[in-house]
């Protein structure tokens, strides 16, 4: 129990474009999900931390106009780049908490963008 | 300083050895929770604890609230251990993370 997927798994863009990262608890439902953002050999640092049906709180520092955070149901939240360039190519990850799962947060495989 | 500090950063070990991973944190915590990342990225949930000790086939972590410091060991140590262990703490509704340590075993 307790999975969670992202898609897509990795992803190529050319800078200037938009994607879509989707982050879907498979067998339970996530009142919150957090988007984390990791640069190589560094720990995850968050980015927003989304509620399903409101508005996503993001972390100081991060544009809410260039990462795009929806959580419309409680098993899907989605994460945009917008018009993305090549100092957004990251590792993206998600995790996901449910309403009876107290502190503990399930994670995601996490995606990985690359920005030419 | 950082609000959740680990050692080693790095750590070699041979197939079988006992192993060793700390975990320090200066804030007030609900909970400490040892992750697990391999190379590809995915992480992997070990232990969630507030108090006491957990164990877990080859895997103990213990936490002793009074010195906010944790521990998490490794028994029979084998190469599919090899991965980056990372402390985090829960801080109000988020988590703190520690930099890390990465562990490789050798056959």
């Known amino acids: 129990g307790a999975v969670v997927s992202q898609h897509p798994s990795r992803v190529i863009c050319k800078s200037g474009t938009s994607v879509k990262i989707e982050c879907r608890s498979l067998?339970?439902?996530?009142?919150?999900m957090f988007w984390y953002r990791q640069f190589p050999k560094q720990s995850l640092m968050l980015m927003a931390t989304?509620?399903?049906?409101?508005?996503?709180?993001?972390e100081q520092g991060v544009e809410k106009d260039k990462f795009l955070i929806n959580h419309a149901s409680l098993t899907l939240s989605t994460l945009t780049v917008t018009s993305a360039h090549p100092e957004d190519s990251s590792f993206y990850i998600c995790?996901?908490?449910?309403?009876?799962?107290?502190?503990?947060?399930?994670f995601g495989p996490g995606t990985r963008l690359t920005v030419l | 300083k950082n609000e959740v500090e680990q050692s080693p950063q790095n750590l070699t070990a041979q197939e079988g050895e006992f192993i060793t991973i700390n975990c320090s944190y200066s804030?007030?915590?609900?909970?400490l929770h040892w992750l697990q990342q391999h190379p590809g990225g995915g992480i992997v949930s070990l232990f969630m604890?507030?108090?006491g000790k957990k164990k877990h086939g080859r895997l103990i972590a213990t936490i002793n609230i009074q010195e906010k410091h944790s521990s998490l060991h490794i028994t029979a140590s084998h190469p599919r251990d090899s991965a980056v262990y990372i402390c985090?703490?829960?801080?109000?509704?988020?988590?703190?993370f520690g930099t890390g340590t990465r562990l490789q075993v050798f056959p």
């Open positions: 989304s509620n399903e049906g409101s508005k996503a709180t993001y």
């Open positions: 067998d339970f439902q996530a009142t919150t």
């Open positions: 604890l507030s108090s």
């Open positions: 804030v007030g915590i609900s909970a």
């Open positions: 995790s996901a908490r449910s309403g009876t799962s107290g502190n503990e947060q399930f």
């Open positions: 985090a703490v829960s801080c109000t509704d988020k988590l703190i």
